[in-house]
Structure formats: C-alpha cells, structure tokens
C-alpha cells in the first residue's frame, strides 16, 4: 500500500501557481520524499525529490515540513501543459543492490485551467 | 524524452496467448523495474532486474517473468493471458546498487489489450 494520502484532484488558473500537498505521517527518518508525474497516457516523468531539506530545480519547488510528516510541491507559474496526474512517493524498503522500488497510490489530477 | 524505449507500443492478443514487452534502458544504466498500469490507478511494481537478476518482485504470479541482457535491456514476458492483463506496461530505467544512485526514468508504456 501507497504510504501517502494526496487530494485526488485540483484545478489552478494558468499562470498561477500550483501548490499540491502530500501527507506521509509514516515516513521514515531515512525515507526520501518523490514527485512524479503522469500526462494522459505516457510514461510517468520525474519531477523532484528530496530528504528533509527544501529542494528546487528548473521544474519545481518541493517544501517539506520539519516534522517530515507532510510535503507540498509546488509549480510556481502553471500552464496548460502542466494538467497531469501528480504522484508523491515515500522509498518503500530500499531493494538489495539495485534501486528502490516506487509505490503508487492514486495521486492528484491537477487540471490547469486557461 | 527520457532514453527509455519500449516496445511494441500497442498490442492486442488473445486469453492464453504469450507476450513478450521489451525495454532498451537509458545509457550507463543497469537496473530496471517493470510496472503494471490498470485504467484508472497508479503503476504497480512488478519486479526489478539489476545486472542481470530479479531483484525484488512484487504481488505478481510466476506466469509474469522477465529478463535482462548484458547491455541491460529487459524484457517483460506473461503466459497464459488473462483478461485482466490488460494494461499499459511501463519499463523504468535507473541507476543502482551502492555509490551513487539516479532516480528512474519511464518510458512511455506498452498498452497491451488481451480480448
């Protein structure tokens, strides 16, 4: 089971910004905080990760409470090309060698509006 | 666009038919993870092949079976279709074992129709 509770849906004007929470009260201390996101139909495309710390890249913002308990990612000027289905994952058990395995729950369906 | 190529990208087959879904992962990768997306949910794992061995497997029965190669391309098999197989297959592609690791890249899914 998915260890995070999102909105399955919100709507943003264009141009706005887009502020989609995550709740994730379980974490644990060495569990890192991932965002993907899914276009209707594709792949889903990395956005942003990160431990404890604020993180920002060319894509978003990502705010994580200092309890860990809680994030929110954030795309500061949203526009039509950003209506997708957001996912935010907790690293689930870290596998032997290899990579961690991703454990999606429903996520959110943001739409941006015009 | 991501390096992850998937192949084919549709296909329709029959109940108790085979399948055979193959991934060329992103250059200087080694591992890669095969996920199943119902219409309507979130991608669930499958399992994960890091330098040519299943390393770790989720709640899938044994007629779902994979592969990896030298060059670390996989592939993802199914026997004995059934009609809840129906799906879009994702193949991700990542970075790992000790030292540093990447996050995954997806490509862009097998939409596999069993009729």
């Known amino acids: 089971d998915a260890k995070t509770t999102q909105p399955p849906s919100m709507d943003c004007a264009e141009g706005r910004a887009a502020n989609l929470p995550c709740n994730h009260s379980t974490i644990s201390g060495n569990e890192y905080v991932y965002w993907y996101r899914q276009i209707h139909s594709q792949g889903p495309q990395y956005i942003i990760h990160g431990l404890k710390n604020n993180e920002t890249n060319e894509m978003a913002s990502l705010i994580i409470t200092e309890d860990r308990k809680s994030s929110t990612l954030i795309l500061p000027h949203a526009t039509l090309r950003d209506t997708a289905v957001y996912y935010c994952i907790v690293r689930v058990g870290g596998l032997q060698g290899g990579s961690e395995k991703l454990v999606f729950g429903k996520g959110t369906k943001l739409t941006v509006n015009p | 666009e991501t390096g992850v190529t998937q192949s084919p990208t549709h296909l329709i087959k029959t109940r108790g038919q085979q399948v055979t879904l193959r991934c060329s992962s992103q250059?200087?990768?080694?591992?890669v993870s095969w996920y199943q997306q119902a219409l309507g949910q979130g991608p669930q794992f499958i399992f994960q092949?890091?330098?040519?061995?299943?390393?770790g497997r989720g709640n899938f029965p044994p007629r779902f079976s994979g592969l990896q190669f030298p060059n670390y391309s996989s592939e993802l098999n199914v026997n004995a279709l059934e009609l809840d197989d129906s799906a879009l297959y994702l193949c991700?592609?990542?970075?790992?074992?000790?030292?540093?690791?990447?996050?995954?890249?997806f490509g862009q899914g097998t939409r596999l129709t069993v009729v």
């Open positions: 250059s200087g990768h080694n591992t």
């Open positions: 092949y890091y330098r040519e061995e299943e390393n």
């Open positions: 991700a592609s990542s970075l790992g074992g000790r030292g540093r690791r990447t996050e995954a890249f």
